[in-house]
């Protein structure tokens, strides 16, 4: 007969180790099955790792000692506390686990054992995801990092943003030179002590990061890398380092019965609050579950030793949760129950998942009237609405409704640009509002998440761009049916001459059209920003339509794609807006044979999206033809901001007498907030990126400017704005400060009452401040004179 165990745990990591102890101190029959190394996760870290305890607030609630350490010390204690409470250890492998009536059956290579309960704590560290591009199996690509100090003087380059990425970056970029590729704009994955690491790297010039960046190709020597910003760039490469995750063990687990929520790889199965699975006596706890924390854990694994046994005891996160629902007027127990069943967005996360969403958001008590926030602000949480309602107010005057249970905020979440409505409550409620970094970490993990999100900002894209006017349900026909695709900067959505199939709506980014001339000479015509479409015109009729014109991606561009039959369902159903539509081509069609053959527009056009003023929201533009070369605008900018100016007059390029200075657009996708540590550069409701006091000088934003706008100074005092200043009569400035330098950019003199100084003190009206619309009506108008 097997030997039967109360308790049967598959894996020694930390939910294991939580778990095993927990017994032993309880004096539980039980064995703990490990194939490899007693915390095999921490094993594998590079050697001398330093291990992190987060978070800190978190109680640790077991038998076996964690706290931040070397990898090291944290094997040795872990080891000793399975030997000092006598945990039943067996090294092997566990095959397959099925379950009687009575009880479970473990099989180990030939022998087998049954247990009354299994506790499954083996983790994610399956088979590493490779990179996916060719190349990925050539010798210099590798998939861990056991010992940093093998390197020495190599150009090494580590693919991923998570924790791992971010320990194996920072230990290598002692002896190395490193670069870091991230898929995103930020490390929304990664506990805030490796972010706070690979920032410091990042700042001190220790490692290049790449962000919004993908691997192309890999070479020998060399590895080829799609950059947002850069195009496809070429770097120096002795050794790759691709921490990308690892394939969850969902066979396994499925033979096990294990059910999950969907097909998507990265779903993880719905447990209950006592971790058990759907299948009764089976539990789950960690990573298999959504929380990777060793801390959290080895407090699931202590956990469910107690609800096996019966005991009453609260999660150890408990107390986090009580710090944020507490002011709200009924029991903390009755609000969670509350808020989980009021937002079915979230129906698919699992207990872990849901609360660590709670202790990451805020739920605000809104009244009647209460702005949530206005159109144009430039904000990214996410918004859901726990009770009451709220009015959507669309620029275009239109208002909606939107009551308990459906979500807001999408598009600032997912664009990073200005809110494109206020929202105001239209009734007494709560509302919960989630940081970005927890919505992408949710969207990443969870496909019903990410599915919905998708959908509701697809509909409101549509909505607002090219179908205003649509009823409600062939809409979300068409969103349904419309899928999303992402263009690297200069890529083609379409050339001119190829036959029209689908629609393409702006989601992110910009695009440049252009046109031959009878020379075959392409020719810009102009550009559009997020918000718009392109390929309509191919699309109107039944017959195959060639393009009239390419369009290319002037920024990296996420778009909507819809279909040409999707496209004709909705606008032959719907006369009104094929009635728009058709309007809106016939004013195109007149201005492609106006502006077909206008080389002067294409080079102009050429010249903006070239110094990026496509990006822009306010660009500051000197008319050469009215500058008498006073300097009266950098004189006032300095004596505005500390004694050094923000705007470099003599630089910068011309166009037809218009000059762009050096001085800050205020982009609309600033690059300069990407990798900010102390969050010091921020952008206020009406647009304006400013950097606040608490800016350390670590010079990141300087590096990532593309135009050269900031620059690291020291601080003077301050002279008054006056005309004496202008005419060199006041104060001389006083020396350096012996301070840190700390960057300087334009603000557009945000304390002022009456705008940006350089424009007022301009005594021709040279200088002025405008966005790119305005800019290509003055540089047009001035070429026209010029001739």
């Given at each position: 007969?097997p030997?039967h165990?109360?308790?049967?745990?598959?894996?020694a990591?930390?939910?294991?180790?939580?778990?095993?102890t927990?017994?032993?101190?309880?004096?539980?029959?039980?064995?703990?099955?490990?194939?490899?190394?007693v915390g095999?996760?921490?094993?594998?870290?590079?050697?001398?790792?330093?291990?992190?305890?987060?978070p800190?607030?978190?109680?640790?609630?077991?038998?076996v000692?964690?706290?931040?350490g070397?990898r090291?010390?944290?094997?040795?204690?872990?080891n000793?506390a399975?030997?000092?409470?006598?945990?039943?250890l067996?090294k092997a492998?566990?095959k397959?686990?099925?379950?009687s009536?009575e009880?479970?059956?473990?099989k180990?290579?030939?022998e087998?054992i049954t247990?009354?309960?299994?506790?499954?704590?083996?983790?994610?560290q399956?088979?590493?995801?490779?990179?996916?591009?060719?190349g990925?199996?050539?010798?210099?690509?590798?998939y861990?990092?056991?010992?940093?100090?093998?390197?020495?003087?190599k150009?090494?380059?580590?693919v991923?943003?998570?924790?791992?990425?971010?320990e194996?970056a920072?230990a290598?970029?002692?002896?190395?030179?490193?670069?870091?590729?991230?898929?995103?704009?930020?490390?929304?994955?990664?506990k805030?002590?490796?972010?706070s690491?690979?920032?410091?790297?990042?700042?001190a010039?220790?490692i290049?990061c790449f962000?919004?960046?993908?691997?192309?190709h890999v070479?020998?020597?060399?590895?080829?890398i799609?950059?947002?910003?850069?195009?496809?760039?070429?770097?120096?490469?002795?050794?790759?380092?691709a921490?990308i995750?690892?394939?969850?063990?969902?066979?396994?687990?499925?033979?096990c019965g294990?059910?999950f929520?969907n097909a998507e790889?990265?779903?993880?199965?719905?447990?209950?609050?006592n971790?058990?699975s759907?299948?009764?006596?089976?539990?789950?706890v960690?990573?298999?579950?959504?929380?990777?924390?060793?801390?959290?854990?080895?407090n699931?694994?202590?956990?469910v030793?107690?609800?096996?046994?019966g005991?009453?005891?609260?999660p150890?996160?408990q107390?986090?949760?009580?710090?944020k629902?507490?002011?709200?007027?009924?029991?903390?127990?009755?609000?969670?129950?509350?808020?989980?069943?009021?937002?079915p967005?979230?129906?698919?996360?699992s207990?872990p998942?849901?609360?660590?969403?709670?202790?990451?958001?805020?739920v605000?008590?809104?009244?009647k009237?209460q702005v949530?926030?206005d159109?144009?602000d430039y904000?990214?949480?996410f918004?859901?609405?726990i009770?009451?309602?709220v009015?959507?107010?669309?620029?275009?005057?239109?208002?909606i409704?939107m009551?308990?249970?459906t979500?807001?905020?999408?598009i600032?979440?997912l664009s990073?640009r200005?809110?494109?409505?206020?929202?105001?409550?239209s009734?007494?409620g709560?509302?919960?509002?989630?940081?970005?970094?927890?919505?992408?970490?949710?969207?990443?993990?969870?496909?019903?998440?990410?599915?919905a999100?998708d959908?509701?900002?697809m509909?409101?894209a549509?909505?607002?761009?090219?179908f205003p006017?649509?009823?409600?349900?062939?809409?979300?026909?068409?969103?349904?049916?419309?899928k999303t695709?992402f263009?690297?900067?200069?890529?083609?959505?379409?050339?001119e001459?190829?036959?029209?199939?689908?629609?393409?709506?702006i989601?992110?980014?910009?695009?440049?059209?252009?046109?031959?001339?009878?020379?075959g000479?392409?020719?810009?015509q102009?550009?559009?920003?997020?918000?718009?479409?392109?390929?309509e015109m191919?699309l109107?009729?039944?017959?195959?339509?060639?393009r009239?014109?390419?369009v290319?991606?002037?920024?990296?561009?996420?778009?909507?794609?819809?279909?040409?039959?999707?496209?004709?369902?909705?606008i032959?159903?719907?006369?009104n807006t094929?009635?728009?539509?058709?309007s809106?081509?016939?004013e195109?069609?007149?201005?492609?044979?106006?502006?077909?053959?206008?080389e002067k527009?294409g080079t102009?056009?050429d010249?903006?999206?070239?110094?990026?003023?496509?990006d822009a929201?306010?660009?500051?533009?000197?008319?050469?033809d009215?500058c008498v070369?006073?300097?009266?605008?950098?004189?006032a900018?300095?004596a505005?901001?500390g004694g050094?100016t923000r705007?470099?007059?003599?630089?910068?390029?011309?166009?037809?007498?218009?000059?762009?200075?050096?001085?800050?657009?205020?982009?609309?996708?600033?690059?300069?907030?990407?990798?900010?540590?102390?969050?010091?550069?921020?952008?206020?409701p009406d647009?304006?990126?400013?950097?606040?006091?608490?800016c350390?000088g670590?010079?990141?934003?300087?590096?990532?400017?593309?135009?050269?706008?900031?620059?690291m100074?020291?601080?003077?005092?301050?002279?008054?704005?006056?005309?004496?200043?202008?005419?060199g009569?006041?104060?001389?400035?006083a020396?350096?400060?012996?301070g840190p330098?700390?960057?300087?950019?334009c603000?557009?003199?945000?304390t002022l009452p009456?705008?940006?100084?350089?424009?007022?003190?301009?005594?021709?009206?040279?200088a002025?401040r405008?966005?790119?619309?305005k800019?290509?009506?003055?540089?047009?108008a001035?070429q026209?004179?010029l001739?």
């Amino acid at each position: 007969m097997p030997e039967h165990f109360d308790i049967a745990i598959i894996g020694a990591g930390p939910g294991g180790l939580g778990a095993a102890t927990n017994a032993a101190n309880h004096k539980l029959s039980h064995i703990l099955f490990e194939k490899a190394e007693v915390g095999n996760t921490i094993f594998e870290y590079q050697l001398r790792k330093h291990v992190m305890a987060e978070p800190g607030k978190l109680p640790l609630r077991a038998h076996v000692a964690f706290e931040a350490g070397t990898r090291e010390s944290i094997l040795d204690s872990w080891n000793e506390a399975l030997k000092s409470l006598g945990v039943n250890l067996k090294k092997a492998e566990v095959k397959s686990i099925v379950k009687s009536e009575e009880h479970f059956e473990i099989k180990f290579g030939e022998e087998s054992i049954t247990a009354k309960n299994v506790i499954l704590a083996v983790g994610i560290q399956g088979a590493p995801r490779k990179l996916g591009v060719p190349g990925e199996d050539l010798p210099h690509v590798g998939y861990t990092l056991r010992d940093p100090d093998a390197f020495v003087d190599k150009h090494i380059l580590v693919v991923g943003a998570g924790d791992a990425a971010i320990e194996n970056a920072v230990a290598l970029s002692e002896k190395n030179i490193v670069s870091i590729l991230n898929r995103t704009e930020d490390f929304a994955r990664a506990k805030d002590g490796n972010i706070s690491l690979i920032m410091k790297a990042i700042e001190a010039g220790k490692i290049r990061c790449f962000y919004n960046s993908n691997m192309d190709h890999v070479e020998a020597g060399k590895a080829f890398i799609n950059s947002a910003t850069e195009g496809l760039v070429e770097i120096p490469c002795d050794q790759i380092i691709a921490r990308i995750g690892a394939i969850p063990p969902r066979k396994f687990l499925e033979s096990c019965g294990i059910v999950f929520p969907n097909a998507e790889i990265t779903s993880v199965p719905v447990v209950s609050k006592n971790y058990e699975s759907n299948i009764p006596g089976l539990y789950l706890v960690g990573s298999l579950i959504g929380y990777p924390l060793i801390k959290q854990g080895i407090n699931q694994g202590y956990e469910v030793i107690e609800h096996i046994l019966g005991n009453e005891i609260e999660p150890a996160d408990q107390i986090l949760i009580d710090e944020k629902l507490t002011h709200l007027e009924r029991p903390v127990s009755e609000s969670l129950q509350m808020i989980s069943a009021n937002l079915p967005i979230f129906k698919d996360l699992s207990e872990p998942q849901y609360r660590e969403l709670i202790i990451d958001s805020t739920v605000h008590v809104v009244k009647k009237g209460q702005v949530i926030f206005d159109r144009n602000d430039y904000t990214d949480t996410f918004f859901n609405i726990i009770s009451g309602s709220v009015f959507i107010q669309l620029p275009n005057d239109k208002t909606i409704e939107m009551e308990q249970g459906t979500f807001f905020g999408e598009i600032g979440l997912l664009s990073g640009r200005r809110r494109t409505a206020t929202v105001v409550a239209s009734k007494d409620g709560l509302i919960l509002e989630t940081p970005r970094k927890q919505m992408l970490k949710l969207i990443a993990s969870v496909d019903s998440i990410k599915r919905a999100i998708d959908l509701k900002f697809m509909s409101n894209a549509l909505a607002t761009s090219i179908f205003p006017d649509v009823e409600v349900h062939y809409l979300a026909d068409i969103v349904t049916a419309a899928k999303t695709k992402f263009f690297k900067k200069g890529e083609v959505l379409f050339r001119e001459g190829d036959p029209g199939e689908q629609l393409y709506v702006i989601r992110k980014g910009s695009v440049k059209i252009s046109r031959k001339n009878k020379k075959g000479i392409e020719v810009t015509q102009t550009y559009l920003a997020a918000g718009n479409y392109v390929g309509e015109m191919a699309l109107i009729k039944d017959e195959v339509t060639p393009r009239n014109a390419t369009v290319t991606a002037a920024v990296a561009c996420e778009t909507i794609v819809i279909d040409k039959a999707d496209f004709r369902f909705v606008i032959d159903r719907n006369l009104n807006t094929k009635k728009r539509i058709l309007s809106l081509i016939k004013e195109r069609e007149i201005e492609n044979i106006t502006a077909s053959q206008n080389e002067k527009v294409g080079t102009l056009l050429d010249f903006m999206l070239g110094q990026g003023v496509s990006d822009a929201d306010n660009v500051l533009l000197i008319d050469s033809d009215l500058c008498v070369g006073c300097d009266n605008c950098e004189k006032a900018c300095a004596a505005t901001h500390g004694g050094y100016t923000r705007l470099d007059r003599k630089g910068g390029k011309s166009f037809a007498a218009i000059q762009i200075p050096i001085s800050c657009r205020h982009c609309e996708n600033p690059l300069c907030m990407v990798d900010c540590p102390p969050d010091a550069l921020v952008r206020r409701p009406d647009g304006e990126v400013i950097i606040q006091d608490s800016c350390i000088g670590c010079g990141n934003c300087v590096s990532n400017c593309p135009y050269g706008v900031i620059q690291m100074v020291y601080s003077k005092p301050a002279e008054p704005f006056s005309l004496l200043s202008l005419l060199g009569l006041g104060k001389k400035d006083a020396a350096k400060s012996k301070g840190p330098a700390k960057a300087g950019k334009c603000d557009m003199c945000s304390t002022l009452p009456g705008g940006p100084a350089c424009v007022r003190s301009c005594p021709t009206g040279a200088a002025m401040r405008v966005n790119p619309r305005k800019m290509l009506e003055i540089i047009s108008a001035k070429q026209g004179r010029l001739g």
